[in-house]
C-alpha cells in the first residue's frame, strides 16, 4: 500500500507572516524524498501540513491522486513518527504498537498477526512487555516507528526522529530505516537537517530555504551539480570552498591566476564578469598541475586526521581553502604545498544571484 503525494501552490499562514507561498512538490509513490534545510527553513512545517497537523491557506494537497488539502489527519491514510517518541510511558511494546488499531476497532487476531509482523521487522520481539522505561533511545524509536507502520499507512511521514539520539544509534537506526523503505517500498518523506542523513536515505532531496525549494533533485546530482552558492555551501563537509573572480572567455581569473574552464560544463553560454569559483573539498589537490592546470604555492596551516582520510587547511593568495586529503599523507602546519583545481568538476555561481552558471 503506498500513494503519491502532489502539493501545488501550497501556501502556510501564521497571522501577517507568511512561511510557505505559492510551494509545488510532487513525491512519486514508492519514493524516499527529504525535506532538509536548516532551522526555520519550512521543512516541518511542510511535513506538518501534509499530515494535517498544519492549517493550510491556500493551496491543494493530494495524496493518492484524492484531494486531501481539508481532510482530518486520520482520514489521510498517513502514519508519523514524531523527533520525541510520545510513547505511553505506562503501555508495553506490545500495547504501545496495538493502541490505534484497537481504537479502530480491528479484529485481535488482526492486531496480534500486524503487531508480531512489525515487532519482527523492527527487532523488537524480545521487548514487547517492556514498557519504555526499560528501554533504550534506539529502542524507543523503533517502537515509535513500528506504531506508524503498523497501520499500514498508504504514505510515512518522519520529523527529524534520530535528532535525540547519540552518533551511533543515529547510524545504525539510519541504516535500519534504509532497509525498511527497500524492504516494504511505501513512500516515505522524512526531515531533516542533517545533510548524511539526507544523502544516505533520500531517493531525492529538497534542500529548502526561507519556506522555498532550492533544489529537489538526486543525492548525486545535488552534492555534484548544486543549483545555487546556498546548496553548494550547505551540502557537504567540509564545506565548499569559494573563491571569487571573474569569468574571461573560457578562464577563470583570481589573484592573477587564470584557471582554465574548457572542461566545464556551463547551463548557458559562458558571459565575462564577476563570478565565484566553487570547488569540492576533494578537487584541490596537493600534488602539483592536473589536466595542465597551474600549481599554486600554498602553506599547510591546519592538520585534521580523521582516519580514512585527512582535513587539510592551507592559504594560499589570501584564502583558506579546505582540502580531503588520504587518511596516510604526511603533512604539518607551516609545511609548503603546491595546490591544483580540478577544474571540470568545479561549480561556478553567479556573483550577484548566487545561481548555477
Known amino acids: 500500500m503506498t500513494a503519491s503525494v502532489t ?107 500486524r503487531v508480531a509482523d512489525v515487532a519482527g521487522m523492527l527487532q523488537l520481539t524480545p521487548y514487547l512487555k517492556r514498557k519504555p522505561a526499560a528501554l533504550s533511545g534506539g529502542q524507543r524509536q523503533r517502537v515509535a516507528i513500528g506504531r506508524a507502520l503498523v497501520r499500514e499507512a498508504a504514505v510515512f511521514l518522519f520529523d527529524e526522529p534520530l535528532s535525540n539520539l547519540d552518533a551511533k544509534l543515529r547510524n545504525d537506526l539510519r541504516v535500519e530505516i534504509k532497509k525498511l523503505h527497500q524492504r516494504i517500498a511505501s513512500t516515505m518523506i522524512y526531515v531533516t537537517h542533517d545533510q548524511v542523513e539526507a544523502m544516505t536515505l533520500g531517493d531525492r532531496i529538497a534542500v529548502m530555504k526561507g519556506g522555498e525549494i532550492q533544489q529537489f533533485d538526486t543525492p548525486e546530482e545535488i552534492y555534484h551539480r548544486p543549483a545555487n552558492r546556498f546548496v553548494a555551501e550547505f551540502m557537504g563537509a567540509p564545506m565548499m570552498n569559494f573563491l571569487e573572480g571573474r569569468i574571461e572567455g573560457r578562464s577563470f581569473l583570481w589573484q592573477g591566476q587564470r ?18 569559483l566553487g570547488l569540492r573539498p576533494e578537487h584541490v589537490h596537493t600534488t602539483g598541475p592536473a589536466d595542465g592546470g597551474t600549481a599554486l604555492a600554498a602553506q599547510i596551516t591546519l592538520v585534521e586526521p580523521m582516519g580514512p582520510e585527512t582535513v587539510l587547511w592551507a592559504e594560499t593568495g589570501g584564502e583558506t581553502l579546505r582540502i580531503r586529503a588520504a587518511g596516510d599523507i604526511h603533512a604539518e602546519p607551516g609545511q609548503a604545498a603546491a595546490l591544483a583545481f580540478d577544474m571540470p568538476r568545479a561549480a561556478l555561481f553567479d556573483a550577484a544571484t548566487g545561481e548555477r552558471l
Open 7 to 113: 502539493l501545488s501552490g501550497l501556501r502556510i499562514e501564521y497571522g501577517h507572516h507568511v512561511a510557505i507561498d505559492g510551494l509545488d512538490l510532487s513525491i512519486r509513490e514508492g519514493e524516499f524524498v527529504v525535506l532538509l534545510g536548516p532551522s526555520g527553513c519550512g521543512k516541518s512545517t511542510l511535513l506538518n501540513a501534509i499530515a494535517g497537523l498544519e492549517p493550510v491557506a491556500g493551496g491543494r494537497i493530494e495524496i493518492g491522486g484524492a484531494d486531501m488539502t481539508r481532510a482530518l489527519p486520520k482520514d489521510r491514510g498517513i502514519g508519523m513518527v514524531f523527533q520525541s517518541y510520545a510513547l505511553y510511558p505506562h503501555m508495553s511494546v506490545e500495547r504501545n504498537l496495538s493502541f490505534a488499531l484497537a481504537s479502530a476497532g480491528r479484529p485481535k487476531r488482526e492486531i496480534a498477526q
Open 259 to 276: 584557471l582554465d574552464l574548457s572542461g566545464y560544463g556551463f547551463r548557458t553560454a559562458p558571459q565575462d564578469g564577476p563570478a565565484v
